[in-house]
C-alpha cells in the first residue's frame, strides 16, 4: 500500500492520479482508514514531524522534492531507502529559469533598464555569448542539462562538482582544492549544488570576491535556483552594493516566504522570484513514482536513491 503524505500540494489530485496509474494497487491518504503496517511506500513533501509513525513495514521513502536536504534533517526518518525526483520535464523547467536569467544579465539587463529609466542613450556592447563564461556549481542532473543547454547558446562553460567529470564542452573541476580555479574564470555563477553540510553557506562575500572582474560590465553575476541555505543573504546585500557583485538572480532564500523587510527586495540589481524555478508536475510526477513502485515490487532495484553519508 502507498501512502500521500503532501504538505502545501493539492494531495488529492496527487492520490486520485497515483490510484488510477497504480491500480489495483491501495493508495491512500492521512485520515483514510488503513493499517499502518501496512504502508510499504510512503509518498512525501515536507512532512509532519510523526509522519512515519507506525509504519513498520515500509520499504522506501519517495520525495517529491529533488532536493532531500529538509527530509533528510527529518528527526524520524526512518532507516528505509529514499528515493528523490528526476525528471526530464523538472530538468527542462530549472533550464528555463537559468537560461532566461543567464541571458538577461549577459546582455546587461540590469544597466539597459537603468538607462531607460534615466532617458539614457549610452551605447554599451555586451560581449559574445562565446566571451562569457557561466559556471555551473553542481554537475547532477540539473548542472549538466542547464550546460547542455546554455553550450547551443554558444557560452563558454564550465562546471565545479565533488567529484571529477568529464563532458563535452565544459571545463571541469573537482573538489574544494580547485574551487578558486573554477571562481577565477567565472563571469556568471549558476547554482544547482544540493544542500550538505559542505555546501551551506557557500554563496558567500568572499566566494563572490573571487570571481572574475572586468569581463561582464558592472560585475560578475550569481544565479542561486537551488537552496537559500547555500547563501548568506547579509553578504550578497553588501556585495551588490559596493559593486563586488553586478547583480543577484535569487529564487530561494534563507527564510522562505522572503521576510518582506528583507533589504533583497529593493535592490534594483536583484532579482527575486518565489522558489518556483521548477515544479514538480503531475503527469509526469505520478509516472515516474508509479513506475518506481511497480519495478521495486516486480524484484527491480529502486533507482536515485538518496547516499545518506553525503547528503544528496
Ligand atoms: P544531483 O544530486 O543530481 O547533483 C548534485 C551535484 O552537486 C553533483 O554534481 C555533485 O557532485 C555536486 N556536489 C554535491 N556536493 C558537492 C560539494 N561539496 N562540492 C562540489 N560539488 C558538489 O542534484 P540535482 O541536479 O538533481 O539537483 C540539485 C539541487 O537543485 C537539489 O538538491 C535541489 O536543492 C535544487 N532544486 C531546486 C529547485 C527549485 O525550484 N529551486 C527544484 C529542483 C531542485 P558529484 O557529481 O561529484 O556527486
Ligand atoms: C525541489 C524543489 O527540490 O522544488 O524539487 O525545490
Redesign the pocket.
Same mark, same amino acid.
Given at each position: 500500500m502507498l501512502l500521500l503524505h503532501l504538505t502545501d500540494i493539492d494531495e488529492a489530485r496527487w492520490a486520485e492520479r497515483l490510484a488510477e496509474a497504480l491500480a489495483p494497487y491501495r493508495v491512500v491518504r492521512r485520515g483514510d482508514d488503513f493499517d499502518p503496517a501496512e504502508i510499504h511506500y510512503i509518498f512525501v513533501w515536507k512532512p509532519a514531524p510523526d509522519a512515519f509513525e507506525g509504519l513498520v513495514n515500509l520499504k522506501a521513502v519517495l520525495s517529491l522534492g =529533488? #532536493?532531500v536536504?529538509a527530509l533528510l534533517a527529518h528527526p524520524n526518518l526512518p532507516d528505509v531507502p529514499v528515493v528523490r525526483f528526476?525528471d526530464d520535464d523538472?530538468s527542462q523547467r530549472?533550464s528555463d529559469y537559468v537560461v532566461a536569467h543567464v541571458t538577461m544579465h549577459h546582455r546587461l539587463y540590469t544597466r539597459f533598464r537603468a538607462d531607460q529609466k534615466a532617458h539614457r542613450w549610452s551605447q554599451l556592447y555586451p560581449p559574445a555569448a562565446a566571451q562569457t563564461t557561466v559556471g555551473i556549481m553542481?554537475? #547532477?542532473?540539473?548542472?549538466q542539462d542547464a550546460a547542455r543547454r546554455l553550450g547551443a547558446l554558444g557560452f563558454t562553460l564550465r562546471g565545479?562538482?565533488? %567529484?571529477p567529470?568529464s563532458i563535452d564542452n565544459v571545463e571541469t573541476f573537482a573538489g574544494e582544492d580547485s574551487f578558486d580555479a573554477f571562481l577565477s574564470g567565472t563571469d556568471i555563477l549558476v547554482n544547482?549544488?544540493?544542500? %550538505?553540510s559542505? %555546501?551551506r553557506g557557500i554563496l558567500n562575500y568572499d566566494t563572490f570576491a573571487r570571481l572574475r572582474r572586468g569581463r561582464l560590465d558592472g560585475g560578475p553575476v550569481i544565479v542561486n =535556483? /537551488?537552496?537559500g541555505g547555500h547563501q548568506k543573504e547579509a553578504d550578497i546585500v553588501k556585495a551588490l552594493g559596493d559593486g563586488t557583485l553586478g547583480a543577484a538572480s535569487l529564487?530561494?532564500f534563507e527564510v522562505e516566504p522572503l521576510p518582506s523587510e528583507s533589504p533583497l527586495w529593493d535592490l534594483e540589481n536583484c532579482y527575486i522570484t518565489p522558489?518556483i /524555478? =521548477?515544479i514538480s508536475n503531475t503527469q509526469t510526477g505520478v509516472a515516474y513514482f508509479s513506475r518506481v513502485i511497480r519495478d521495486h515490487e516486480a524484484g527491480k532495484p529502486l533507482i536515485n536513491t538518496v547516499d545518506r553519508s553525503r547528503g544528496?
Open positions: =529533488a #532536493g536536504d528526476v523538472l530549472m553542481g554537475l #547532477g542532473v540539473l548542472g565545479w562538482s565533488r %567529484t567529470k544547482l549544488l544540493p544542500l %550538505t559542505e %555546501t =535556483a /537551488a537552496r529564487d530561494v522558489h /524555478a =521548477a544528496y
